[in-house]
């Protein structure tokens, strides 16, 4: 938002001047000094005292200093309106008055949205400014809320042609003035009340964009159960309407983020929570269940993801439009990057034709078909966002059961090639001031929130199975069969009428794009995230050997060890996914070591994972896992991996383990334990409950202080260990959802994570299972306090 300009003629250095200085000339009946009107009503704006509007001046007056100052006679319109839009008015008068303000302040609005602001850095927005000073914006709101009052029983009424013209002028100064968004804001009744003019399409997009950059500055999240008759009015909107009243939801239905790091810390998260119990649901989670209250929100929301670009309202709708609200943000930028690569298609089919001797069709008649894909990419970003949402909400099996009855999956499935992950030029459509690989860019931001939603769809669902089709399914009871295991109870239960159709269903889709991804790309993360979701929870083999199969492992470790890739957040993701494929697999672990088939290759990959183990320390986990149920079966194929794999090898070795629990407890504390890195705490936790079954419990813990008196830091790891510990009784025994996961993930009950836990933290130093029985008395501090203050 642009700073609030010095107003034409009032000097550079006079904004500064005292409020004694500028009520020093006694009133507005004398003769000021040119700056001092506009200082004063800044003043009452911000009181609420003194001058606040152009109806307490003389038009006379306001003449006389218009020519002076130069303030395209805004201010004497204003007072003009005040007089015309009284309770009993027509509102003809007032409406053409507001035609003469409404061109004033939309050129400068044009122009903060396009080019001409970053030519001209400096440059003020002197109308919409005066407007604001002068009382405007709280003229308008009176004005447009005057069918909230009752004369002699009835509602006056406003046509919707001056409401239109209301809502531009706001929005238009919204955009060139700083503050009017947040003031506005702070009128919780008129925000409730802008909802009820939605019901009209003549002022429905102008007012939901109002809305939206209002509810984008309100510290409060509006609460939309106050919003009068919401099932209506949301039941009434066209798919065009829904579409973007999604922009709303998106505000309305996601937790504020507090700006905080501080607030993601496990410990703060804990507080939050027991804070929330007393206070009830939060007005995220009150919105989300209002609108799952509405009959056929989430079926409509599923038929807009998945209508194709020729199923969507005709361009010449969208045409209009962006002609009656060409302020609005995103439609301006996007009507000037298809206009740009309109003309370059038009210059190279041009080429084409002069070589083909056909005639050439014009950017003109082009245009259109690339503005129905950009406007469909637009609507259904919102839309993914806003079902991603709903999907991990407080009514996530509800949501899942309507998604997956709506056919959400095979929908997205038939537009994969053609829209979400189509091939475009290198000119494809971006938004002004990015380019192409940037994540504003639609066309990638639609790739995200696809994965994110595949993400969400997945993640420990049996609903999972319906992003693969049935020869698919068909493929996973067939390896089952094979290797003589129970089929999964979850393909079998799947609705076979639900599943994805064509000759792929959309998890296959994605491991081929996935494949195709060039090294520096920033889908990778959520590419593997979005697989890895798939194999979450209790290990599946013919889940693994499906993807297997299809060659993700080979993938995988090309892009950490031959491409050697840098990107932290991209090796994470690639290491969890490894982890969860090679899980208790042995085709797996042969598969590895064909890949990594020398010590060059074994070292590089070596090295990805010491770097840093917040990242890898899922796969670490895994391996150890695995080894352990390795080395308890009898059966050739898996002692053949056990003495050929280097990475199973090189885990079993004692040193190593004692290598990585070190590290592992040392980069952690309970003040800096987050969603991310509290894994490195339950890796160490699993390294040392394998110990404890082999009764080597007090070895690790020996072991663990002969290191520590090696650093010449006695007790420094075993006391913080013994914190982490406390806090993990803490956030784990009370957290079903988590202690699931752990047990589900680890295949190992969490009654022995908890009785484990406990024997670690047990008071008794004469205990060898125990921490405390490692701590010398002088560097004992197990007692410090690390609840959250």
């Known amino acids: ?262 607030k993601h810390t496990l410990l703060a998260k804990n507080a939050q929570q027991k804070k929330s119990l007393s206070l009830g649901p939060s007005a995220a989670e009150i919105n989300q269940a209002a609108l799952l209250s509405i009959p056929g929100f989430v079926e409509r929301l599923c038929k807009l993801a998945t209508r194709k670009v020729s199923e969507s309202t005709g361009t010449a709708s969208f045409l209009q439009e962006l002609e009656e609200w060409y302020t609005w943000l995103d439609n301006a930028l996007v009507l000037d990057a298809l206009m740009r690569v309109a003309n370059e298609e038009s210059e190279h089919n041009q080429g084409a034709s002069e070589e083909n001797g056909l005639p050439h069709t014009s950017a003109r008649t082009q245009l259109p078909q690339s503005m129905k894909i950009m406007h469909e990419i637009m609507y259904k970003l919102e839309v993914l966002y806003v079902l991603c949402v709903l999907l991990m909400g407080r009514q996530r099996n509800q949501v899942h059961r309507m998604i997956a009855e709506f056919k959400l999956i095979p929908g997205l499935n038939n537009l994969f090639d053609k829209l979400i992950w189509r091939k475009h030029s290198a000119s494809a459509l971006v938004l002004h001031g990015h380019n192409q690989n940037c994540d504003c860019s639609p066309d990638i931001t639609l790739k995200i929130q696809f994965l994110r939603l595949l993400q969400s769809f997945s993640d420990h669902h049996e609903n999972k199975y319906l992003l693969l089709n049935n020869q698919e399914l068909n493929e996973l009871s067939a390896i089952s069969l094979k290797a003589n295991i129970p089929e999964v109870e979850a393909v079998l239960n799947t609705d076979r009428s639900l599943v994805c159709d064509g000759k792929r269903g959309l998890l296959t889709r994605l491991l081929q794009v996935m494949k195709k991804e060039p090294a520096e790309s920033s889908f990778r993360f959520w590419q593997a995230r979005a697989v890895e979701s798939f194999l979450r929870g209790t290990t599946s083999y013919a889940d693994q050997m499906f993807l297997l199969k299809r060659g993700l492992l080979e993938h995988i470790l090309y892009c950490i060890v031959d491409s050697e890739c840098k990107s932290r957040d991209v090796l994470q993701s690639y290491f969890d996914l490894l982890g ?61 991996v056990l003495s050929e794999c280097r990475l199973l090898a090189y885990i079993s070795q004692v040193p190593t383990q004692m290598s990585f629990l070190f590290r592992l407890i040392n980069i952690i504390h309970v003040q800096t334990l ?116």
């Open 674 to 789: 987050t969603q991310e890195n509290v894994s490195c705490l339950n890796t160490s936790l699993v390294i040392l409950m394998l110990a404890r079954r082999k009764d080597r419990l007090p070895l690790y813990l020996r072991l663990l202080q002969r290191m520590e008196h090696s650093k010449k830091y006695p007790g420094f790891l075993l006391n913080n260990f013994h914190n982490l510990l406390r806090f993990w009784q803490q956030h784990y025994l009370h957290k079903d959802k988590d202690s699931t996961c752990l047990e589900n993930s680890s295949c190992i009950s969490f009654s022995y994570w908890k009785e484990t836990v406990s024997i670690l933290l047990n008071p008794d130093r004469q205990s060898p299972s125990a921490l405390v029985s490692y701590i010398e008395e002088p560097y004992m501090d197990i007692d410090r306090d690390f609840t959250e203050e």
């Open 1 to 262: 938002m642009a700073a609030a300009p010095v107003a034409a003629g009032s000097g550079a250095g006079r904004g500064r001047r005292s409020a004694a200085t500028v009520a020093a000339w006694g009133g507005w009946g004398g003769r000021p000094r040119p700056g001092n009107i506009l200082l004063q009503l800044r003043q009452g704006q911000l009181t609420g005292r003194g001058l606040v509007r152009a109806v307490q001046f003389t038009e006379t007056f306001l003449t006389e200093r218009d020519k002076q100052s130069k303030w395209s006679g805004i201010p004497q319109l204003l007072l003009k309106l005040h007089t015309t839009s009284h309770l009993h008015s027509d509102f003809v008068e007032c409406q053409n008055i507001l035609k003469e303000i409404s061109p004033l302040l939309s050129m400068e609005a044009m122009a903060f949205v396009t080019e001409e602001r970053k030519l001209t850095q400096e440059t003020t927005y002197p109308n919409t400014y005066i407007f604001d000073l002068f009382g405007g914006v709280d003229l308008l709101v009176e004005i447009l809320m005057r069918p909230t009052i009752s004369i002699r029983g009835q509602k006056l009424k406003i046509s919707d042609e001056m409401s239109k013209d209301c809502l531009s002028i706001l929005y238009n100064t919204c955009v060139c003035t700083e503050g009017v968004t947040k003031r506005l804001a702070e009128k919780n009744d008129f925000v409730i009340f802008l909802f009820t003019l939605m019901t009209s399409k003549k002022t429905f997009l102008q007012t939901a964009t109002l809305i939206e950059d209002i509810l984008g500055v309100k510290k409060e999240m509006i609460r939309l159960d106050e919003v009068p008759n919401l099932s209506s009015l949301v039941s009434n909107f066209d798919q065009q309407q829904l579409a973007n009243f999604c922009r709303i939801l998106a505000v309305t239905i996601s937790e504020m983020d507090t700006g905080n790091d501080d």
């Open 580 to 640: 969860e494929l090679m899980k208790f697999n042995v085709d797996a672990f042969k598969r590895f070591n064909k890949y990594i088939n020398t010590d060059a290759k074994f070292q590089v990959f070596l090295k990805q994972i010491n770097s840093s183990l917040v990242d890898s320390n899922m796969l670490v986990r895994c391996v150890t896992l695995s080894l352990d149920r390795f080395e308890n079966q009898v059966d050739m194929k898996v002692a053949e």
